[in-house]
């Protein structure tokens, strides 16, 4: 306040912590009023005092003394007062770190934190609580939510803080999830405005990212929460590492994912003929899931419940049909056709993209390829401009063999497609209706056993069914008939190709005036043939009336 009392002294404290309001405060306390501490103004009091020496060398319970006294009886003890008044200490930076408030915080968080999980445990362990994944979550992290209220610094040490004393990483994974909703906002443009508000976020997701909990196949992370990271990551442009490690994740996580969380968009500084979809981080997700190790997808449940003794049962082959990786590819394989067919309405998609799309899975990964082809052929109607060699390729990748019949009917009167799959596939549908009048199975039903139809009685006594590894052996030896067989087919084609194309060569050649020439002369010639013909003809009447006139002369008659 100004006064024009020229004895009124003025003193200049700019760098009091909590400013005007705070030496307040303290000033009221030095004149013996007494001050309300609570949580709004304990980080402010405490910094405060130390910043004006109110120590107890000056005076006994000082306010130093007090505010360390309200410190560890109500602060300290609570996880929800511990956050609250670390929220407030973001905004006495450096002087809160400098009296060691804030380290003392956060370890008093992860410290109550895993004091109440064990506390929780113990409790069921005693009264032999049957285990409720959804309560314990629920009484665990009820704090986690509040944790959103502090910035991305304070977030990381406190997280960092409660994983090094043990917290369950599914309560963690909550506690980031939460976090990110709210931390996490989507960038719109690509201004230059927006280029503070893409650097914050990137920082963000990267410090997310490395929070996670370790990486496993039962990750407590959900594949869509993995989703929305890295589609963040390419939205604000991400390291590299960040997003390998994502895809990673996703990759370990594939069979449980949804088409729309591999549906990732491209970075939209893109040009405008670029692809909606980034296709090549699919590829490597994909990748990942195919390159696992038998370690990483059969655990000891997974063999107990699946390994049977040699007595009476079988034993699955890891790669056989039935296991329980092949169970996870074929569910990968429905995901990527419908992945196919959605990126395929993308007319920005190279061929030679979609193609390597294509050709991602192992051959006995799709037992219907019914979506494939409904894929490739959504891709040849939207790029009628492709190659011949492009579109030849492309359709190699569809197998004929494991088409439906309903599929097999629309590819043989499909114009899009090449002569060549026309051919195989009418090819197929004979040696499919011959084995049907023969009474032999389709490739559909000998597949992974007769899923489709009865099972199969055994000649002696009783009946039983095939075994997977016996029946995946019979399949193998049919596709390499089936094999021989186009190929045979294929070197027929040839031939005819050879044929069409020479008689074409000699159609091209013949010129019209030609032809008419030709036929004009070969008319002429057949006129001068007839009329010698007629001459030569009355000359032998002729001569053969007189023969029969002088041998009728010297006849006796």
Known sequence: MESKDSKISRLNLSGVPGGP???????????????????????????????????????????????????????????????????????????????????????GIANNACKEQLTSGLSKLEHNFPPKPVETEINSDWWGKSLALLNLDFFQRVLSAVKTKGLKQDIISRILINYAQNALVPVKGSSISDLDMQKKQRVAVETIVSLLPTQSRKSSVPIAFLSSLLKSTITAGGSTSCRCDLERRIGLQLDQAILEDILIPVNPHGN?????????????????????????????????????????????????????????????????????????????????????????????????????????????????????????????????????????????????LPVQMAVQVLYFEQIRLRNAMNGVGGHNQFFFGSINGPNRAGSGAGSGCI????????????????????????????????????????????????????????????????????????KANSDSKLLFQKRRRHSVS
Not at 74 to 99: K, Y
Not at 504 to 519: E, G, I, M, T, W
């Open 21 to 107: 309001h705070a030496f307040e405060q303290a000033a009221k306390f030095c004149y013996g009023v007494n001050i309300d501490i609570s949580l709004a103004n304990i980080a402010t009091l405490r910094c405060a005092a130390h910043f004006l020496e109110m120590t107890e060398e000056y005076s006994e319970k000082n306010l130093e003394s007090r505010t360390e006294a309200y410190l560890k009886d109500t602060i300290l003890p609570s996880i929800p007062n511990s956050i609250t008044v670390l929220h407030h200490c973001q905004n006495l930076i450096p002087i809160s770190e400098d009296i060691s408030l804030v380290n003392r915080i956060i370890n």
């Open 272 to 416: 405008n003929h670029s692809p909606l979809y980034d296709t090549d981080s699919v590829v490597r997700i994909f990748s990942m899931f195919l390159n696992l190790d038998e370690d990483d997808v059969d655990d000891d449940e997974e063999d107990n419940r699946r390994m049977r003794n040699d007595e009476g049962e079988m034993v699955y082959d890891f790669d056989s049909p039935g296991s329980p990786k092949q169970s996870s590819i074929i569910k990968v394989s429905k995901l990527l056709d419908n992945y196919l067919a959605e990126v395929a309405l993308d007319s920005n998609l190279s061929p030679s993209k979609f193609t390597a799309l294509s050709e991602l899975l192992p051959d006995h990964a799709r037992v219907v390829q019914d979506g494939l082809y409904r894929a490739v052929d959504i891709f040849l109607k939207v790029h009628p401009n492709m190659k011949d060699s492009e579109r030849y390729r492309l359709c190699k990748t569809i197998d004929c063999q494991k088409l439906t019949q309903e599929a097999c009917s629309h590819a043989a009167q499909n114009e899009r």
């Open 467 to 538: 075994s997977p590894r016996d029946n995946y052996a019979s399949v193998r030896r049919e596709n390499r008939e089936l094999k021989l067989e186009v190929a045979r087919m294929r070197m027929r084609l040839t031939d005819l190709e050879k044929d069409h194309v020479t008689m074409k060569q000699d159609l091209v050649r013949s010129h019209p005036a030609n032809r008419l020439f030709k036929s004009f002369t070969k008319k002429l010639s057949k006129l001068n043939l007839l009329f010698r013909f007629k001459d030569g003809g009355s």
